[in-house]
């Protein structure tokens, strides 16, 4: 058995906030007749909500889910009811049971209750997405912190790096400029070295020259020389032309006169003249001379020899000292020197030289008897510095182009004759050498009378 209800239900929805009015639908429902389906199991406990806005939109959700509460379906009122409308609004109830009623009465007490329940949980919600929403708006503030940050610290460090890397660029230049002073340093310290053994070495020997009497002739006084300098005389050896004459005045007035005459006639004869131009004798000499001396380990020095033929003595000095048991050697070479009176000997091993400096005196068999001669070490000399200078003789006139007319010696006699003649400008002859043309010959220059020009 069943039975069927019509009801029409005019609702004001008191939850909108316009307050606006819902229109009258027309609300259908049929409930078996058993009592079971009047009152479903599941239904859940009445509550008190009675908010029209949350029953409706329950009733409507509970109609789609399809359960055991009766079907409702609002539309608008076709129907003109002649009841009054209280406010505009009408409520009309056809037929219901009470079973029915109280349903309905239960189901919008629990739909207003988990209306409550959504509208609570949508103000947690709006105010967890208020909070989420500050705590993104931190979060964006905090990143744009850390990022203006960032750029600055990388700013800072490539700022930082830079400056790194200039110091290191300038300590690796440093770096070099230290390694350049320390190897040259190091070099100066080797040829210190050097010099200071090449020094002992010299200092442990007694000297390369020969002791000889030295008589004293000059005069004492201050000299402006270094330390380790001398003077020294000059000899020069100069090369005479063809038909040219040297004359050397003991006077340089004389000689000054007669190169402003410049071109000589000379008489030799009643038909016989001949003329010859006067020209200052020019000189290159050495101004100053540095030399570096050092012991040679292949030659000895051997001195205090006695006066006799230079063959016989050297190859007697050759034969001594090649003989192992005279604490000799393998002879290269033996050479007299002329000025000091001594021979230099050359050995091809250079343990030899200092083995024999070492006993310094020996005896050499010479012809008739044994003679005691004195072995010192040979120094050698290199030429380190070298500054000459143009210099002009102050007393030597040099006369060119002198033809060949009559010999030598007696056309010799008769031009010094003639530069001795006070009338021909002359005087007093010291010197007079004359080369006639098609021959060679050399003048050796002596003493210090030149003067720079």
């Known amino acids: 058995m069943s039975m069927s209800f019509c009801l029409h239900v005019s609702v004001t929805l008191l939850g909108s906030p316009s307050r606006r009015r819902a229109p009258c639908r027309r609300v259908c429902a049929r409930i078996g007749a058993e009592k079971k389906k009047r009152c479903p199991p599941h239904l859940p406990p009445r509550v008190t909500d009675t908010s029209p806005s949350a029953s409706l939109w329950i009733l409507r959700s509970r109609r789609e889910e399809g359960g055991g509460l009766p079907r409702f379906d609002t539309q608008r009122s076709e129907t003109t009811s ?32 988990k209306h409550d329940e959504l509208i609570q949980e949508q103000r947690d919600t709006v105010a967890d997405r208020d909070a989420q929403l500050d705590m993104a708006q931190k979060f964006r503030q905090r990143s744009k912190k850390l990022l203006r940050d960032l750029i600055e610290g990388h700013c800072s460090n490539e700022e930082q790096i830079g400056i790194e890397k200039a110091k290191v660029i300038e300590m690796k230049r440093t770096e070099s400029e230290l390694t350049e002073e320390i190897w040259r340093v190091q070099e100066a ?77 000379v008489s030799l004869g009643p038909d016989c003249r001949i003329s010859m131009e006067a020209r200052p004798v020019r000189l290159m000499l050495p101004s100053l001379v540095e030399i570096d ?19 016989t003595l050297l190859s007697k000095l050759e034969i001594h000292f090649s003989k192992q048991r005279h604490g000799g050697g393998e002879v290269e070479r033996c050479e007299l020197l002329p000025d000091a009176h001594s021979v230099v000997i050359a050995f091809l091993d250079d343990r030899v030289a200092k083995r024999l400096t070492e006993k310094e005196h020996h005896e050499v068999a010479l012809p008739h008897k044994k003679h005691k001669v004195r072995v010192t070490p040979f120094f050698n000399g290199k ?13 030597t006139v040099l006369l060119t182009g002198i033809p060949d007319v009559m010999e030598a010696e007696v056309l010799q006699d008769l031009l010094e004759i003639h530069f001795q003649k006070g009338g021909n400008g002359g005087g007093e002859v010291d010197h007079f050498l004359y080369n006639p043309p098609g021959r ?14």
């Open 383 to 395: 030429v380190t510095n070298l500054e000459t200078k143009m210099t002009v003789c102050r007393r």
């Open 82 to 113: 002649t009841t009054p409308e209280v406010n505009k609004e009408s409520l009309e109830i056809i037929k219901m049971s009470p079973d029915s009623l109280e349903e309905i009465k239960t189901s919008i007490a629990f739909y207003k209750t």
């Open 293 to 311: 001396t050092e012991v040679s380990p292949w030659h000895i020095l051997v001195s205090e020899l006695p006066a006799m033929d230079t063959d």
């Open 440 to 453: 060679r010959a050399s003048a050796v220059f002596g003493g210090a009378d030149f003067k720079e020009e």
């Open 189 to 265: 310290l080797k040829r210190q070295e050097a010099d200071i053994e090449q020094q002992q070495q010299q200092a442990d020997v007694f000297t390369a020259a020969p002791e000889r009497p030295v008589v004293f002739t000059g005069s004492t006084g201050s000299a402006d020389l270094a330390a380790g300098a001398f003077a020294m005389a000059p000899r020069v050896v100069y090369p005479m032309e063809g038909g040219s004459v040297l004359v050397t005045f003991e006077e340089e007035v004389v000689a000054n006169k007669i190169l402003d005459i410049r071109t000589h006639r």
